[in-house]
């Protein structure tokens, strides 16, 4: 049973759903999961010290300030010793806090400090969560790498009806369980990725060349992002300004078929994300002198057929990777076309994109996608930063594999 002796640090908010943590505490000592708690200011409203240590046969921790629990524990230990903490209930006003950085007391700081999964159960009046700045710090969190539960819709304390009530404590239950299962599954594997971006170059003579206004943007956010979650990632870069953080294992090529070259070193790997804008086409020969102005025969303009990267690794009957995964990026019909071309290239997932929108895709911050799988269904993402829309790739492409699950909601 996978929550056997995990060690789950749960902070209890101010809420009313606070007293909640007391039975998703007894569900989880039932299951043998050692539990440690933290009491933040406003959680001692709701709920005793008393009655929580009671369940957890453990100390209740309360205020940073409290020389006692320093004395015994300190805030970085508190927050090395679990395997995963729980914030429940999650109020807008902690949320806020998060995403500030906050280290104001024990809570704060343990979340601060902490190099661990964390996971917010949310619970608020559904004006407070429908706000722009609770939406604005929800995304924030998300990009930050938080997990997020609920919160449901349903009545609420104080009479009204609508999105955020808190998940009750069988449903975190359920999500811990199926959140160790995959935890303990990937330990076992040590999955391996790579990622194709960027533009590439196909020159027609020493200065010349045929290219596009990729940046490499998407495809370096998704390399992140997989390595985050403890993938062994290598990208595979074409041409592009922008500047890549030392931590990711790059190799910078120049044409598609140094692209092609250096994906078929790389393999066999799990997962393949092929987000590079690959130059169609090539000259069929490349002048080794700059091509005069006078010249007459344009025969170095004559084109031909770049290979098809992610053809080649989604039909490669050897070392096909588990999970290839292609964009899109269309001008029109593009929901339409990306199902067909999912099909066509025989990927697994397909992330389609309008590149007609302006401020989005190519050369922006930003993009807008829908994440489409074999069986046509449907995941889209709004406006939202490139980081962000790689950490939702990332966690999907993660589930896909780690439960063959072929929901991708
Ligand atoms: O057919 P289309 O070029 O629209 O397909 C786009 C997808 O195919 C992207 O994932 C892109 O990285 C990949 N591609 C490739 N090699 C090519 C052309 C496209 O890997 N030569």
Redesign the pocket.
Known sequence: MSLKNKKILIVIGGGISAYKALDLIRLLKKNNVNVKTILTKSGKEFVTPLSITTLTKNKTFEDIFDKNSEAEIDHISLSRWADLIIVLPTTANFMTKLSIGKAEDLATTVLLASNKDVLLVPAMNVRMWLHKATQRNLKTLQDYGYYFIGPEKGEMACGEYGEGKMSSPRQIYSYLKNYFHQKDLFKKKKFKALV?TGPTREYLDPVRYISNESSGKQGYEIALALKKLGIKTKLIAGPSSLIYSKGLKIKKIIS?KE?LNEVKKSLPVDIAV???????FKPISKSKNKIKKGISNLDYMSLEK????????SKNNKARPKMV?????ETENVIQNSKK?IKE?YCDL?IANDVSKKDLGFNSEYNEVSIIDKKGRIKSIQRSKKSYIANAIAKIILDKLLTNDKNIN
């Not at 092929?274 to 169609?280: I, R, T």
């Open positions: 194709t598609a692209m092929c987000a590079a804008a690959v130059s169609d770049n290979p098809d990267i992610l053809d080649y690794l995964v292609g964009f899109s990026a071309k290239k397909i």
